[in-house]
Each structure stands twice: as structure tokens, then as C-alpha cells.
């Protein structure tokens, strides 16, 4: 399977815990983004790298998120001191500079976060 | 600010013809994307315009008016699989970030 991958799947935690998901693009891809979807809602963008620089962060996101990608290849995305309203699915996108104009992005599976 | 709308549900005909809208307001204009969703999955891509004009792509066509802030997608010859989300998406600058609409949830029936 050469698409974009995501682990864990599913994540249940309780409120206070810091959570941990990683993504693993399209392997050509130099592009990843990070993405939140709520029921019936549109994906919220989250962040954005291209190759190991993270260069734009919604100014919507809390301290409490961080993100990496630290050799340009996979990435992850931690929240820390979760809270109710973090429950929602977690979606990596990746794409590449080279299929202009589309750019389009190819979309992981998701993780979905559920806070106690 | 940005903004784009997108009806929230429609209901079709299996082997009918559907037109879902999508009009937008946004600081920038890079591109429209529309991308299908079912439940539980990913998006992934149906088709991407920047230029005024339809775009056709086998059962699925998109077009674009920049004047007028509007793109629809067009589904014909409905099948059963075809229920699904779909998501009108704006690339605003050269960064590719996306600003997406809510989605509009299909629904076929028999």
C-alpha cells in the first residue's frame, strides 16, 4: 500500500493525557499537512510542512499542539493536556510541488480521538 | 474573512442527475477543489478548477465562475455508491492551504 498512513486508528484517553498520532505520506511527497474534522464539519486546517519546515500553524491551534517532521519523511502531531473538545478526527494529507497545478492532496484513513 | 457555503443535504434519484453548489468568499482565490467523503473515511479528489468553465471527468463534472464566487459538481447517471459527503475546498494563497466548505451529505435512493 503506497498511500498515506496513519496510526493509531483510534485513540481513547482521559481528559489531562498527552496523546501522540503519526502520519507516514505518499513517500514522493514533500508536502504533509495536518487537518481536524468534526461531525458534519469540513476538515480544519491545522499545519503545514514542506519537506522538515513547518511553515504556516492556524492561528486557531493552542500552545497545547505541537507538530514534526523531523527528517521530511513521516510526522507527528501531540496534544498535550487533552481536553473534551479536542474529540474529533485527525487527518494527514500529503502532496507534491511536482503535479502542479493540481497539488492536489491525498488523504490517511484518520485518527479518531476520543476524550473522557 | 472566509467563507464558503454548500448546501447542507440533498436527495436524489439513483440514475438521476444532481447539481451540488458552492459559492465562496475568500481573501484569496489559488484554485477550487471538490472532494468526495464517505462516512468514516478520508476525502479523496474529484476534480480541481481555476479557470472559469466545466471541467468533465467521466460521470462528474465541475465548474467555476471567479466573477461570481460559485462552482457547482455535477453527478450523473446516480449509483447507489455515489452517496456519500462532498466537499467544496479553496486553495487562498501559494502556501496550497485549503479553506473548506461543511460538505453537502448525498443521499440516493432506489
Known amino acids: 500500500d503506497t498511500g498515506v498512513s496513519q496510526n493509531p486508528r483510534h485513540k481513547i484517553t482521559k481528559r489531562g493525557q498527552n496523546v501522540t498520532f503519526r502520519c507516514d505520506p505518499i513517500?514522493?511527497?514533500?508536502?504533509l499537512y495536518w487537518y481536524r474534522q468534526t461531525l458534519g464539519q469540513g476538515p480544519e486546517f491545522l499545519t503545514y510542512?514542506?519537506?522538515?519546515?513547518?511553515?504556516?500553524k492556524s492561528r486557531l491551534l493552542s500552545d497545547r499542539f505541537s507538530a514534526e517532521r523531523p527528517k521530511g519523511s513521516f510526522s507527528t502531531l501531540e496534544i498535550q493536556r487533552t481536553e473534551q473538545g479536542d474529540s474529533a478526527m485527525y487527518l494527514c494529507?500529503?502532496?507534491?510541488?511536482?503535479?502542479?497545478?493540481?497539488?492536489?492532496?491525498?488523504f490517511g484513513p484518520g485518527t479518531r480521538l476520543t476524550v473522557l | 474573512g472566509q467563507n464558503i457555503d454548500q448546501p447542507t443535504e440533498m436527495t436524489a434519484t439513483e440514475g438521476a442527475i444532481v447539481q451540488i453548489n458552492c459559492t465562496y468568499q475568500?481573501?484569496?482565490?489559488?484554485?477550487l477543489f471538490w472532494y468526495q467523503q464517505h462516512a468514516g473515511e478520508a476525502p479523496t479528489f474529484l476534480s480541481y478548477?481555476?479557470l472559469d468553465g466545466l471541467e468533465e471527468k467521466g460521470r462528474f463534472s465541475s465548474f467555476l465562475s471567479r466573477s461570481k464566487g460559485y462552482s457547482y459538481l455535477l453527478l450523473k447517471e446516480l449509483q447507489m455508491k455515489d452517496s456519500a459527503s462532498y466537499l467544496c475546498?479553496?486553495?487562498?494563497?501559494?502556501?496550497?492551504?485549503?479553506?473548506w466548505g461543511a460538505g453537502t451529505k448525498l443521499i440516493i435512493k432506489p
Open positions: 478548477n481555476v
Open positions: 513517500s514522493e511527497h514533500n508536502r
Open positions: 494529507a500529503s502532496s507534491a510541488s511536482r503535479d502542479r497545478p493540481y497539488n492536489e492532496q491525498f
Open positions: 475546498a479553496v486553495r487562498v494563497n501559494s502556501n496550497y492551504q485549503l479553506i
Open positions: 475568500t481573501s484569496g482565490f489559488n484554485g
Open positions: 510542512f514542506q519537506n522538515e519546515a513547518q511553515l504556516e
